[in-house]
């Protein structure tokens, strides 16, 4: 009796964790959500869906735009990532480690320090686009920061671990064995990679993009330093409305709303990709 | 480490009583049904001055949250006030953003708890006159304040958000006006109407906080911002928006403008006295500032005293002190905002006396400056911020935030 108990004691403290710090917040903030009023006289119950359509109403610009910035910035992480974490898992021999750690090393530095360096690097007349200005490749007129790719760019760059690393992770645990059985198929070089390599580290890329996709959908850092008028993402509204208007609902109401579409997004990814190859190579 | 002492206390001293620990107990179960009474009133009974004070000990130590480079990086004057009272100051620099800071402390001031601050500095403007009308902050005992009852400028006292300065003591005041780089601005910038002019398209920038944006929208309108009312309020956000949709605004921002402007990634924008003065004195720019001939805007940063502060004696002290007028000098030196305390122009000027050689330029430039210590005909330019009624700012931030965070 006892032994069959046991594995539910284990997981007891994790139910109450979770019960304590992500289910009682989550109803309150449904509630909060439904809820009328201001922060005078404070937020009544009244079951109000008006807060959602509200919400919908004035931010979904905001909201694509966030969706629209966070799956670039995955793409972008996906090009970048990938050939890294395939040459460091391949092509580095026995330096594998001293490269991982130097992939790693700038992010060892504050978050909000990196991206405030890049407003000195890509400034006007700094040393990047200043210097291209005076050898006249580029107009004099011509500007990166405070624009939407500044921000993609911005937040590419500081999630590109969270996809490097699982992608690596994947591709390190390969067994080379079924590359070269491939070469004696007489599958070229590309071949072998489209057809043996690829859909083996597609797990990697998986967890990769899910780890950027979503917090960088959600992120308001880099659109705020590195952003300008027109590039304003959700976070920022869902930071302001909570903190400086003070209006709760609304707040709770978008953060609802934006949860609601990263999982619908998610779950179609996954069904496209298919997530059970995802455990058996987690498994492994 | 000061911030840990509620943690320790929590640990060692039985605060909850076992109908509180049953009360506890039952919450996971009851979290569903509990959360959907919502959130309650907001608001703490004013305490009158005398009831709140008494019983009050000094205790030794005191946390007081500030903006960034509001004092110098040596903490001059709060070592002085260690030395002559034996207090221990924690002074924080956590207040980036008044609104984000005053909304980080809203839920723990309306449940009635610590912040771990026992001082801080704010604005007058909105979140100021909420915290008053919620009854967070502390009625200031003046008959325990000689300096603060000797030294503070009359004009302080009448101000329009806690007139007579009950609640509030000033900190430093400074000017929103515009700055602009002549580097690349090559003609002299007087008004307002200049950061609309197309020739400036995609270099000028903006303040992204409601109040700042809307006082120029409304200046520009020709408006007095005290005594604005909603319909001028969406007068002057069609002009910000117009200056947005033109293309003319390259960012709209929170505090970070100096470095753009002194890059050139923006030629003019919207500006704070203190931190043009403070760029030029020490990177040797040559950003000017002006006081638009449409006018601009005065602001006030103020401490004040939360009334779940853990040792609101030690800062009443605090704050009698820093009117002493020798250390609002010193504080103004270093900071060069627009003190309090009239007198420090006068003691900025013995001090400068005393002085030789490039210190004793700087600080006859310091006493001397309009950033500083404005002209009464500049002060004739300057109004104070729209004075939006508690439980009304979200229609007032609302259409503002329309245009900075579209």
């Known amino acids: 009796m006892r032994r069959k108990l046991t594995p539910y004691l284990l997981a007891l403290p994790g139910w109450a964790w979770l019960a304590l710090f992500f289910i009682v917040p989550i109803a309150g903030m449904v509630s909060l959500s439904l809820t009328s009023g201001n922060i005078i006289t404070g937020f009544h119950q009244t079951f109000n869906i008006g807060n959602y359509t509200e919400a919908l109403n004035l931010y979904s610009e905001q909201l694509f735009r966030s969706l629209f910035y966070g799956l670039s910035a995955t793409l972008i992480a996906i090009a970048i990532g990938y050939p890294a974490a395939y040459w460091i898992a391949f092509k580095a021999g026995k330096h594998k480690s001293t490269y991982l750690l130097l992939l790693l090393l700038p992010f060892f530095v504050s978050f909000v320090l990196r991206t405030i360096s890049w407003k000195f690097t890509l400034s006007d007349q700094g040393i990047v686009l200043g210097t291209l200005k005076n050898i006249g490749l580029l107009p004099t007129d011509f500007a990166v920061l405070n624009t939407a790719p500044a921000v993609v760019l911005g937040l590419a760059y500081n999630f590109l671990p969270f996809m490097v690393l699982p992608i690596y992770a994947v591709l390190e645990r390969m067994d080379h064995r079924v590359v070269e059985a491939a070469h004696d198929l007489y599958a070229s070089r590309l071949q072998a990679f489209l057809r043996v390599v690829l859909p083996i580290s597609l797990p990697g890329v998986f967890a990769g993009g899910l780890m950027t996709f979503i917090p960088t959908t959600a992120d308001y850092v880099n659109a705020t330093v590195l952003g300008g008028p027109e590039t304003t993402m959700i976070g920022s509204i869902i930071q302001t409305q909570y903190l400086v208007n003070n209006d709760y609902p609304i707040a709770a109401a978008i953060t609802f709303v934006l949860m609601a579409v990263l999982l619908i997004g998610i779950f179609s990814y996954a069904r496209a990709l298919g997530t059970e190859r995802v455990m058996e190579v987690q498994a492994k | ?406």
């Open chain 2, 1 to 406: 480490m000061r911030n840990t002492t509620p943690l320790l206390r929590g640990m060692t001293q039985a605060r909850y009583g076992r109908r509180d620990m049953l009360r506890f107990s039952g919450l996971t179960a009851a979290g569903l049904a509990l959360s959907a009474c919502g959130v309650s009133g907001q608001g703490q009974k004013p305490v009158a001055a005398d009831d709140f004070w008494q019983g009050k000990k000094e205790t030794g130590n005191l946390t007081f949250a500030n903006w960034p480079l509001y004092i110098d990086p040596e903490r001059t004057p709060l070592k002085k006030f260690t030395e002559a009272t034996g207090i221990k100051v924690d002074y924080r620099e956590d207040v980036q953003d008044v609104a984000a800071f005053a909304g980080k402390l809203q839920p723990q001031l309306a449940a009635h708890d610590s912040t771990g601050y026992d001082m801080f500095v704010l604005t007058y403007g909105i979140e100021l006159a909420r915290f008053l009308a919620l009854g967070y902050l502390a009625p200031l005992d003046q008959s325990r304040m000689p300096n603060f009852t000797a030294n503070l400028g009359e004009a302080y006292r009448q101000n329009s958000f806690d007139p007579g300065c009950r609640f509030t003591a000033p900190y430093a005041s400074g000017i929103t006006g515009i700055a602009y780089n002549p580097k690349y601005v090559k003609r002299e910038i007087t008004s307002i109407a200049d950061l609309w002019d197309p020739a400036f398209e995609g270099k000028v920038g903006m303040m992204s906080d409601a109040q700042e944006i809307a006082n120029f929208g409304l200046l520009l309108n020709g408006v007095d911002p005290a005594t604005s009312t909603e319909k001028d309020w969406q007068d002057a956000a069609a002009k910000l928006q117009q200056q947005r949709d033109d293309g003319i605004v390259r960012a709209y921002y929170a505090q970070d403008y100096v470095q753009p402007l002194t890059n050139g990634d923006v030629w003019l924008t919207m500006a704070w006295s203190g931190d043009i003065y403070q760029q030029n004195a020490s990177a040797g720019t040559d950003l000017e500032f002006v006081v638009p001939k449409e006018g601009a805007t005065i602001w006030t940063d103020v401490m004040c005293i939360p009334t779940t502060s853990e040792a609101p004696v030690d800062s009443l002290k605090l704050i009698d002190f820093l009117y002493r007028p020798d250390i609002a000098a010193e504080l103004t030196e270093y900071i060069t905002y627009i003190p309090p305390v009239p007198e420090t122009q006068n003691v900025i000027r013995e001090h400068a006396q005393q002085a030789s050689g490039a210190k004793r330029k700087e600080l006859l430039e310091l006493a001397g400056s309009p950033m500083v210590f404005p002209t009464e005909e500049e002060y004739s330019r300057l109004h104070n911020y729209v004075s939006v009624k508690p439980g009304k700012e979200s229609s007032f931030t609302n259409v503002f935030h329309a245009i900075t965070q579209a």
